[in-house]
């Protein structure tokens, strides 16, 4: 088996791991910060929004377990893609939408589910989607504080912080 990494930024970190870990296939998470300007963030830096951080979960997965597009059902359901710089009462650009891509093929993944994604949001009267999609060699992946490594396994009943579009992305589309 070899596994393979994605980087997922959903808003909140905290919630989105969770959502992750869970998944049948997931071999490993982490929470860390991604697509920002210094090195070596800090939580509390990356809040002042001023780093262009955003917070991301970094997945290993077992692809002959769990496909990448199964991962990016999970992403488009887990929160909002069609908000800036916000999720529910989370707003900074930290929280923004983003994919970092490390193949070829997740970059064509990605923009295959974005289109499938976002006409079911349009049959639903619903926004554009505006997640950005990133090449991850371009962003280097900071792994955050060890407080807030699944933080909701320590915690349980902390703060999930998760708002969505209420559209399920088309289970039919999922290994298309």
Excluded at 54 to 78: G, Q
Excluded at 84 to 109: K, L, M, P, V
Aim: aromatic content about 12%; proline content about 3%; charged content about 20%.
């Amino acid at each position: 088996m070899s596994a393979h990494t994605a980087y997922f930024a959903t808003g909140c970190f905290w919630g989105a791991e969770r959502r992750f870990w869970n998944l049948d296939g997931v071999i490993q998470t982490s929470v860390g910060y991604m697509g920002g300007t210094i090195a070596n963030p800090s939580y509390e830096l990356v809040c002042t929004g001023r780093t262009g951080h955003a917070e991301a979960v970094k997945v290993t997965f077992d692809p002959s377990t769990i496909s990448y597009s199964r991962l990016l059902k999970e992403f488009w359901e887990m929160h909002d893609p069609t908000t800036i710089d916000r999720q529910g009462n989370d707003i900074g650009s930290q929280y923004r939408s983003a994919i970092f891509t490390t193949s070829d093929e997740q970059r064509d993944g990605v923009q295959k589910s974005l289109s499938i994604y976002q006409n079911a949001l349009d049959a639903n009267s619903i926004g554009k989607i505006v997640t950005e999609v990133l090449p991850a060699s371009e962003h280097e992946y900071y792994e955050a504080e060890e407080y807030h490594q699944r933080y909701l396994e320590k915690n349980p009943n902390g703060y999930d912080c998760h708002s969505n579009t209420g559209v399920r992305f088309p289970e039919s589309a999922v290994n298309a």
